[in-house]
């Protein structure tokens, strides 16, 4: 677990970075589970609205919306597959991903092929990667 500006992220995952995305992913067996950061929850606020759109998913192609207070914006998908599972407790009780983020999974995808979904340029993985990127994004919201 590292912390940066406050907010923590969980080494044990990656994370999604391509157009703004803040995706978690987390892969059980030849199942990759995805999530909203905690820097997403944090600057979106209380979420009010869920929802996922798609079957067939596309990395980069939009899945599904979510809703605050603040704004409406769009779920993207980290990689290539089929969602075989959304959380439906997440989508009922969209605040819940606010309150714990890294428990609180949107969908389970089961990718194309697992070795190239997790090889792109736009997942990272290791501290310092994640620790720039999230240090970078703060920068960019003070400079708007």
């Known amino acids: 677990m590292i912390e940066v500006s406050g907010m923590k992220f969980p080494l044990d995952r990656k994370y999604y970075t391509k157009n703004g995305a803040h995706i978690w992913l987390s892969v059980e067996d030849d ?15 209380l979420l009010t609205f869920l929802t996922i759109t798609k079957k067939e998913v596309k990395s980069g192609d939009a899945i599904g919306s979510f809703e605050s207070a603040k704004f409406v914006s769009r779920l993207f998908s980290p990689i290539d597959g089929e969602i075989v599972a959304i ?13 714990k983020p890294y428990d609180s999974w949107l969908v389970a995808i089961k990718p194309d092929n697992i070795e190239n979904a997790l090889n792109s340029e736009h997942i990272l993985g290791t501290e310092e990667e994640i620790s720039s990127w999230i240090s970078q994004e703060m920068k960019r919201l003070e400079e708007e």
Not at 31 to 45: P, Q, S
């Open 87 to 99: 959380n439906e407790m997440a989508m009922k009780n969209p605040r819940m991903v606010n309150e």
């Open 31 to 45: 199942i990759v589970k995805i999530g909203m950061d905690a820097f997403a929850t944090e600057m979106t606020g």
